[in-house]
């Protein structure tokens, strides 16, 4: 099996290189995966859109994913860009036959109390557009709630460690490369 993935992100994708623990991971069960990405630091999905690169990426290659990510969007400026932003690259996504997928991030430590409204604006935003939400952030949440633990977070309280994005790697790969996602298309049989 091989699968072809597009990031777009800022530098919560590109610290430790998410795409290449990505390519890694799958390896590891067998799953070859080749990756592009389009990445700036603080960037948002709607800044990649403005740039016109990420446009024609999907339109000249065949990707099985375009993963998109920005900051964590708690408020509601971040849930207008996930849902009204996100509905281009759904557009685009569909026209090439690459299927959407939000990779949920998380707040910095000092806003940790926003991380509800990170997981429910990403969330938002993947349903609205159809998309394949990948729940990263839901699972940092459960993680440190449940053990007090932030080691996924860097020292600056914000990025994410060596085994927070290791952990997010696991997490993309397992929900869109081992997990049948429905395409939803033969439903006339049930």
């Given at each position: 099996t091989e699968f072809n993935l597009l990031f777009v992100g800022n530098s919560l994708t590109s610290s430790n290189d998410l795409p290449k623990l990505v390519r890694q991971q799958a390896a590891s069960l067998g799953i070859t995966v080749t990756t592009q990405?389009?990445?700036?630091?603080g960037y948002a999905i709607v800044d990649h859109w403005a740039?016109?690169?990420v446009q024609r990426l999907i339109n000249n290659n065949r990707f099985d994913f375009v993963i998109i990510q920005q900051g964590p969007s708690s408020q509601m400026d971040g849930?207008?860009?996930?849902v009204n932003g996100g509905a281009h690259y759904a557009q685009i996504c569909e026209a090439n036959g690459t299927q959407l997928a939000y990779f949920m991030?998380?707040?910095?430590?000092?806003?940790?109390?926003s991380f509800d409204g990170v997981i429910r604006n990403y969330t938002a935003g993947a349903e609205a557009n159809q998309a394949v939400l990948i729940p990263v952030g839901q699972h940092w949440k459960d993680h440190i709630d449940a053990?007090?633990?932030?080691?996924?977070?860097s020292s600056d309280g914000f990025h994410p460690s060596?085994?927070?994005?290791?952990?997010?790697?696991?997490i993309i790969v397992d929900?869109?490369?081992?997990?049948?996602?429905?395409?939803?298309?033969?439903?006339?049989?049930?």
């Open positions: 990405k389009v990445v700036k630091g740039e016109g690169r849930y207008e860009m996930l991030v998380w707040p910095s430590i000092p806003r940790y109390f053990t007090g633990d932030y080691s996924y977070y060596r085994a927070g994005s290791q952990k997010a790697a696991e929900t869109l490369l081992t997990t049948p996602t429905c395409s939803c298309q033969n439903t006339s049989a049930l």
